[in-house]
């Protein structure tokens, strides 16, 4: 029978790409004008946000699970950093040309490349990963409390060091994804792999093709999932600015 990739681990991020997708075009049509939400602190905005950094953080701990497990080289796994680094410095560009006052410094990718190579150098931890993962969520729990006791660490606020996310107050940014807590969703993604290969490996062995198209469609975005990334916001924009620009240019016709 003809293998392919994980599906199911394909599938997962093919999941995480439709959510965002479906949030970034909610979020770009109250740009335009076409909705009214506050996507900086409704919750309904919010907590989504959240769940989709955490499926895509999650999936990428798994991942550097299979690819330890696999043997996979250091050769390798820096070409694929470097192509993550790549993007970030792409969404940064992006960003400043839209939003000079807010663009993105440290989103998901930079918080990505950062943390796939923490992530790499601890994977022989084990268990101890559970551990690191709770860990690095609570200190960004614990962080607003220990600036009320010590005013001595706004300095952790400035932008050089708010990326670690030890801060008492967001940024002012339009994706802020630090190395605190975000780092412990990619290690729990880790000791998530490693248990399943340990416990459950025929849930992360290489699939047939799936008899359920949605898995399979799901799955080949995920495949795709860093090209589709840096192109979805430009092509919703770009169809969003258009409608703008008819509708404007119907205000001129006889």
């Known amino acids: 029978m003809p293998y392919r990739r994980l599906d199911y681990l394909d599938a997962l991020r093919g999941l995480a790409i439709v959510w965002m997708t479906a949030y970034h075009l909610c979020f770009d049509l109250n740009h335009f004008g076409y909705l009214q939400q506050d996507f900086y602190a409704d919750p309904f905005w919010t907590w989504q946000r959240t769940a989709i950094v955490t499926l895509f953080l999650f999936t990428a701990g798994l991942g550097q699970s299979l690819a330890v497990d696999r043997h996979q080289t250091w050769a390798r796994f820096w070409r694929r950093w470097f192509q993550v680094a790549g993007a970030a410095l792409l969404v940064s560009a992006g960003s400043y040309a839209m939003y000079p006052e807010s663009f993105i410094y440290f989103g998901v990718l930079h918080g990505l490349a950062v943390m796939l190579v923490i992530v790499r150098l601890t994977a022989g931890w084990g268990r101890w990963l559970w551990l690191l ?27 050089t060091l708010n990326w670690l996310g030890l801060v008492s107050r967001k940024p002012v940014t339009e994706d802020y994804v630090p190395l605190f807590p975000w780092l412990g969703v990619v290690w729990w993604g880790m000791a998530a792999g490693n248990w399943l290969l340990r416990t459950r490996p025929q849930w992360l062995a290489p699939q047939a093709r799936s008899a359920l198209s949605a898995i399979s469609m799901l799955a080949g975005l995920g495949r795709w999932s860093l090209s589709y990334y840096l192109l979805h916001q430009p092509v919703l924009l770009g169809f969003l600015m258009g409608l703008s620009a008819l509708k404007q240019g119907q205000q001129f016709l006889p």
């Open 133 to 159: 993962g709770s860990a690095a969520v609570a200190l960004k729990f614990m962080a607003s409390g220990t600036h009320a006791l010590w005013p001595g660490l706004d300095f952790l606020n400035h932008k």
